[in-house]
């Protein structure tokens, strides 16, 4: 009987050497998301953020809070082409472009509640229903496998406050705003950050006859990580819209806007003198109202080529080459339930 024993004591062993093995392996495999990865993938591809206010806007949020009582919702589908571009060394002069993520797309559910007394809270689940792309591996690895073509991004939470012009017939309204991102995104996916993101920031709006201005400065607080030759991590975030009412009932607005991103960390080791990483876009958009309760926006832009990374002498270095989408395309759906409770 002892003798019967040993083939399986010596098959449980080799099991447990197994298993052993592979926890240390597990162990030992380098961490995308740690500050020394060269080529990082723990950063949302899609920044743009879409306001759960009744906003005039596509990406500006509104200085106006809501009513007590009131409830608003938003969803919004957006698409934008090509917004991570890698250029790696070869033998051609501007060298080898890997399109990270070819395409990609996000579906917005939010809502935003009214407490009163110029006080509002809201909730955001923005999700990848699919996108395409070679991914970060594809520069790491000669085994790499694409791009997770669905995904969660980083839900949000936040409140705003109405600091100046509560009244809705007050010409200028200042408004400010904290949210805090769940690190709860696809961080392999370029879908969200390897930590939480603390976002505050205040807007300015004007509103005088058909003519509605706003402007949005704010932080976007992330943890760093290294994307070839510039580093993704916190940011400020300038946003300016101006959206002018063609006809009034029921409303037809035409708006435009634009943001920029600037990097509030310092290049990553290695960048070459003159590398500029300023993430901008620009927006149209047309905005029809049927009634006070419903809102329908349709917007397309693209980016602006702000950024430069390409040196002169850096064949050698991985560095990034397209920081904004070459395309963008919005559409958002709002409705208000007043006062609910």
């Known amino acids: 009987m002892r003798f019967a024993r040993a083939p399986s004591i010596a098959l449980g062993l080799s099991l447990l050497g197994l298993e052993l093995t592979a926890a240390s392996t597990a162990r030992a495999s380098p961490d995308p998301c740690a500050t020394s990865a060269s080529v990082s993938p723990c950063f949302d591809a899609d920044p743009w953020w879409i306001p759960t206010g009744p906003s005039a806007f596509a990406g500006v949020p509104t200085a106006h809070t809501l009513s007590a009582g009131t409830l608003a919702w938003v969803l919004g589908a957006g698409v934008s082409t090509r917004p991570v571009v890698l250029v790696t060394a070869s ?26 007394r110029g006080i509002d809270v809201d909730a955001v689940l923005p999700f990848v229903p699919y996108q395409t792309g070679a991914g970060t591996e594809s520069v790491t690895s000669q085994a790499a496998s694409p791009l997770a073509p ?11 406050a109405t600091l100046l012009g509560r009244s809705p017939e007050a010409p200028f309204s200042l408004g400010t705003r904290l949210a ?4 709860l995104g696809g961080a392999h996916a370029m879908a969200g950050f390897a930590g939480p993101t603390l976002s505050p920031g205040f807007t300015g709006e004007l509103v005088q006859g058909r ?51 600037p990097s509030l960390v310092g290049p990553a080791a290695g960048a070459p003198s003159g590398t500029l990483d300023l993430p901008a876009e620009w927006l149209a958009s047309l905005r029809f109202e049927p ?4 809102s329908l926006l349709i917007g397309a832009g693209s980016g602006l080529p702000l950024s430069s990374a390409r040196a002169p002498g850096a064949k050698s270095e991985t560095v990034l080459a397209v920081t904004s989408p070459g395309f963008r395309g919005l559409l958002t759906a709002r409705y208000t339930l007043p006062s609910i409770f």
């Open 91 to 116: 033998p051609h002069p501007e060298g080898q472009e890997i399109d990270v993520v070819e395409l990609t797309s996000t579906l917005t559910v939010g809502a935003r509640y009214g407490l009163g």
């Open 150 to 160: 669905v995904a969660l991004r980083d839900p949000r939470l936040g409140f705003a």
């Open 180 to 183: 805090l991102t769940l690190p």
């Open 211 to 261: 003519l509605d201005a706003a402007l949005d400065l704010g932080l976007r607080l992330a943890p760093a990580v290294s994307f070839g030759t510039v580093r993704q991590g916190s940011s400020a975030t300038i946003a300016l819209g101006v959206s002018v009412a063609v006809l009034r009932e029921p409303l037809l607005a035409v708006g435009l806007e634009g943001m920029l991103r």
């Open 291 to 294: 009634s006070p309760l419903w």
